[in-house]
C-alpha cells in the first residue's frame, strides 16, 4: 500500500514533469526518489520497459510504468502514472463522484500548477478526444494528463485517471 494519497501522486508526477529537462532526467532512480516507486521489470523481452504499483485504497490500484528509449520504436523517455479501479467494486458504487481517486488534484488544479511553471496548453480536448489536455515547455517533458471525460467538453474539474510525462 502507498505511503500517500492519489492527490499526492499527481502532485508528484507534475513535479517529476517539471524537473525534467532531458531524457537523462527521466531515470528510475529520479522516478523512485519523487515517486516513491520501486520499478520491475515488466516482461523479460523489454528489460529496460518498468512498472510498479500500490494500493491507496482498497478500490483504487496506482500504476505507474517507465518506458526509456528504444529505437527505431521510441525516441523518447516517457513515464506514466494511472489510477486503476477494481472491477467488482466499480460495478457497485452508485455515485460518479465516488469513482474518483484523487479529491483536489483535478484538471483545473493540476493544470494551474504546470502553467504557473511556464508550460502553455498545447492541446485541449475535442470532440473526438474529450478527455485529454497536451502542455508543453520549451527545454522541459511534455504533460498529457487524461480525463475521464465527464461533463461538459472541455470541463476541468474532473478526474484525472492518467498523466503521462514524456521527453
Given amino acids: ?78 513515464f506514466i502514472l494511472k489510477f486503476q479501479y477494481d472491477q467488482t467494486h466499480w460495478a457497485d458504487m452508485p455515485d460518479r463522484a465516488e469513482l474518483c481517486a484523487n479529491r483536489q488534484m483535478d484538471v483545473a488544479a493540476a493544470e494551474k500548477i504546470l502553467l504557473d511553471k511556464g508550460f502553455v496548453l498545447k492541446r485541449k480536448p475535442d470532440t473526438r478526444f474529450n478527455d485529454r489536455w497536451a502542455y508543453y515547455q520549451e527545454g522541459a517533458a511534455s504533460v498529457r494528463i487524461y480525463s475521464f471525460g465527464d ?13 503521462e510525462v514524456s521527453i
Fill in 1 to 78: 500500500r502507498s505511503s500517500y494519497d492519489a492527490d499526492e501522486a499527481i502532485r508528484r508526477a507534475l513535479r517529476l514533469a517539471i524537473e525534467t529537462k532531458s531524457a537523462s532526467d527521466l531515470t528510475l532512480e529520479r522516478i523512485k526518489r519523487i515517486m516513491g516507486i520501486e520499478m520491475e521489470i515488466r516482461t523479460e523481452n523489454h528489460l529496460n520497459n518498468r512498472s510498479g504499483w500500490y494500493w491507496l485504497t482498497p478500490n483504487w490500484l496506482l500504476v505507474a510504468n517507465y518506458m526509456p528509449p528504444e529505437p527505431p520504436r521510441r525516441e523518447g523517455t516517457s
Fill in 151 to 163: 461533463g461538459p467538453l472541455g470541463n476541468k474539474h474532473v478526474c484525472i485517471r492518467k498523466i
